[in-house]
């Protein structure tokens, strides 16, 4: 019988060794600390399990260990992809629906790196509407990460060019100059970018500058810019600019997105969307 308890946003998981380490970067990411007794019982599980999951995630640098808890390492705090995967996953999926509607049939798309260009990647391949006649390829897509690309390259409808570069394990994204030099080659229809952090100051930004440097370069080599960015990341702004809100078409969020919070990017001249 598995054991559910319900994590920091109210859903209900069961507690096994990769949801509890989500859960508590998540209860990190709200609190800005963890206290093993107050996580235990929140999770429903022992304190001694907490203890080793802390001790864990600490060996792999995710936080640090400190008297009866964890804090975050640095205010820039950014989750390896493999941890995000399960956050706002109903809401990335929406929002990535809607992304994938706006590639067209013959169209070429870049898209960088993280989990909602990912799920938006999945639901381009799966649009039977974008099946050319004899099988042939019916869009492009243009990527620095290769996640991506390793689950487009069985899709015969679908060709994939992706950049050259350093991989930064982070986030599964190439950067550097291997990088820059495919993608200045290139021009692309459409620029879906997923973002840290978006407000009408900073515009888009990231929180690694090497990530931001290429994600920049992509949006310029676009006819249009569509940033996917779920409410949670409304109104922020992380460490690296990758574009000013003036250079973004379109804005694709979730229902979370009250009225108020995107009419800004609104009045800024970006259409919203919300998914």
């Known amino acids: 019988m598995k054991v559910q308890s319900r994590c920091a946003r109210g859903r209900v998981i069961d507690v096994k060794r990769p949801e509890r380490w989500n859960a508590l970067l998540d209860l990190l990411t709200r609190d ?141 994204e190439l950067m550097g100059p291997l990088a820059t030099g495919v993608l200045g080659q290139v021009s692309l229809d459409l620029a879906i970018l997923g973002v840290d952090a978006l407000d009408t100051v900073q515009g888009a930004t990231a929180h690694h500058e090497g990530e931001a440097s290429i994600n920049h370069l992509m949006a310029g080599r676009a006819a249009r810019v569509v940033v996917v960015a779920d409410s949670s990341k409304l109104g922020r702004r992380a460490f690296a600019r990758i574009c000013a809100l003036e250079e973004i078409d379109v804005l694709i969020t979730d229902t979370g997105a009250d009225a108020e919070l995107v009419a800004p990017y609104t009045e800024a001249g970006v259409r919203v969307i919300r998914a």
Request: charged residues 20%; aromatic residues 2%.
């Open 32 to 172: 800005g600390r963890i206290d093993v007794e107050e996580a235990a019982a929140e999770l429903a599980v022992s304190a001694a399990t907490i203890r080793r999951d802390l001790d864990e995630l600490a060996q792999q640098q995710m936080l640090t260990r400190t008297r009866g808890g964890a804090v975050g390492q640095n205010l820039s705090y950014d989750l390896p992809l493999r941890y995000k995967t399960a956050r706002r996953a109903s809401e990335k999926q929406r929002i990535a629906a809607a992304a994938a509607r706006m590639a067209e049939p013959g169209s070429i798309v870049g898209l960088n790196g993280g989990t909602t260009t990912t799920e938006v990647a999945r639901a381009i391949s799966l649009r039977g509407d974008l099946s050319a006649p004899g099988g042939g390829t019916a869009v492009t897509v243009v990527t620095n990460a290769l996640n991506i690309a390793s689950e487009l390259a069985v899709r015969p409808q679908v060709k994939i060019v992706l950049t050259g570069g350093v991989a930064r394990p982070q986030s599964f």
